[in-house]
């Protein structure tokens, strides 16, 4: 077979000046300093558009008309209102020290926090629940403490939350700057500014607040279990969004005629767009019905399926797979699909009728229940073991019993090792290599679930 | 009964630019027609096995270096029955090294014939009559030219055969379409449910300028494989007889163990149910 005619390139060559004219270019492009040409063809063989590191910088030196020293001086901070003086390293370029303030005074920045008279506390901020000694001694802690309210709340002398205290600093200070705009413009930079301040734009909302702290930190003290539910009731509602979405895309191609076909299947466009709205609300609401994960899974998964027109018998029968193994892990899905190569079965059967099908789904699901109960086991072995290893040891009846537990784990892997499934895939490993009588001491006991602690068959244990 | 084969010329009022096409429909002019509306049978489903794939014999003498094999890509009943009550056309999509790739086989048998040297995948997509299913199904199969064994030289006269079975599934067939198909021997409907009538309405004859659309005695039949559901079923039984004997043993050694009195039980998250 001609090579040209495979790649299906024309039969005459391309005309040879051409080629040869390309071949200087090309040589001139590939002249980067300093690396090797494969280096630069690594990298793209054209040179970047930024450099990114400038290299001619790294090798530079300081000019050598300068002379450095370095100098142990002492410095003051204006960011201090005392007249501390520190010492530090200086770098003193010919025997001139730098001048200027401390360079990290410029960091010491407070909040502006506004300052009511007496006067304005009688007129505005007067509170039920506040006496005014309060209120001073928040204002002082605010400034004091710039705003941070998790430790004024800790040095408040009474005992008030953080929302609290929030809300009566920010409504009053609010109020400040909204109310008493009179007295403000003297201090504020103008109205316009002052409806700008974020204080007056976005107000403190106390009963939101304190509702979003207590939501965030039931989130945080969810247990694992209540993850796992609210995880499946969302993927359900998506579930179910999604058949839905299904049922209104395929309600749309049958309201345009289909343009190659007469005038018949006019009518049949209109029926079945009048039809689809009751079967999709019977779909969904099936599907809402079944309380465990499973059979949900499954009727969205129907549903969907007879959203749909039409649909190869092997589509639907992935799907189902699929919606079977949601939960699954794909480490246990590549499981199962071991399982039923060992047990002879296609992974996906040779002739897929709806009865075939169905029994292939429910072998995957029986063999699901299966490595579930397999691991349930291990935990158990596990839980057994860790008994025995701690201080729980001591009680002779209990370290037997655990014990035959063990044993029965033993005689059942063996069982097992017949279609081929096992536990944990370390399991697997040592068994088939390591075949004898020798076996009951030599294995490492543990499955692999329970590796953190090895269970050692000692006779001191007993 | 009497029908009629209505030949109508289509003129599209909407847009200019669409072709006219002549299209042949067979269809009977009972007054019983005008009882079957058009609404869906729901709960009932329609299906149509299938068997797709290729069929590829090597030229021998014959063969040159750009046409080594000679293939034909098919979509037939799974038993051989005529599908065309149910499809209206099928577009084979070859590799575009093709004079115009895309074929369009209009009426049944679904098949198309080439010659070749290469192996590709080819796109079936399987158009329906309008009052069975507006969208289409797309398949892809690959051809296979050479055969697994590739001792000895190839043999002129055994061809290399890859099919596929699988089944279209209609969930919510119009009544129209289902009353249709009701007794054809192409497809798979359940009993109607009691109380349930349809008229019954005749099978459509053919006007397939082919001739007859089944393939019971088409040139390739000899070749065709056999799909017997009961094998896969008898495997998948044993199958679960087996993983349903082992959770049954696997329940029992649970509940010994939990029976097992523990010295100081910690709230175990493992026993969740």
Redesign the interface.
Known sequence: ??AK?IL?LPKTPLPIPQEKKSRPQKDSQRKPDGISREVYALTGGVAPLMPSIDVSQLKRRPPSDEKITWQWLPFTSSARKDDLQLYHWVRVVNGVPPTGDYSFAKYNKSVDVIRYTDEEYEKYLTDPKWTKEETDQLFDLCERFDLRFIIIADRFPTHRTVEELKDRYYSGTHYLYVVSRAILVARAPSPGEVAGHPLVKEPYNVTQETERKRALSMVLSQT??QERKDAEVLAEAKRIAESRMAARAAEE??LPV?????P??A??A???GD?ISP?NVQAPAAAIAPSTSVIADNASTLAS??M???????Y?LEQMVQAASSSAGLRTIKRVEQ??QD????LK????????CA??L??RK??L??LN??K??Q???A??SS?RDGS?GD?PG?AK??QR?AD?DRT?VP??IS?GVIPGDRVVKREQKRKGPGRTSETPSSPAGAHKRPRKMKASDL | MPHTAIEAQVEDGGSASKPQRIIKLSKTTDDSDKKVTNKRVKDIEICVPIVYGTIAFYLGRKASESQSHKWTVYVRGATNEDLGAVIKHVVFQLHPSFNNPTRIVEAPPFELSECGWGEFEIGISIFFHSDVCDKHLDLYHMLKLYPEDESGPQSTKKPVVMESYNEIVFPDPSECFFARVQNHPAVVVPRMPAGFSLPVLAPVENTNEKGRGDTKDHPLSQWFLNFSEADELLKLASARQQVQAHIVKLRRELSVIDGMPQPLKPASSYECT
């Open positions: 077979m001609d005619d299906g694992k279990h191609p049958d289909p343009s190659d076909v007469g018949e299947s009518e049949g209109v029926g079945p039809t079967s399926l007879r749909l027109r039409v649909y190869l018998r092997t639907a399982t039923l047990l002879g079965v296609n059967p040779k002739v897929p009728t709806k009865a075939v029994e292939h429910e072998l029986e063999i229940t299966l109960l397999q349930q086991l935990y158990k072995e839980e057994g008994f729980y009680m209990t019993r655990s537990a029965q059942f069982d097992t279609f």
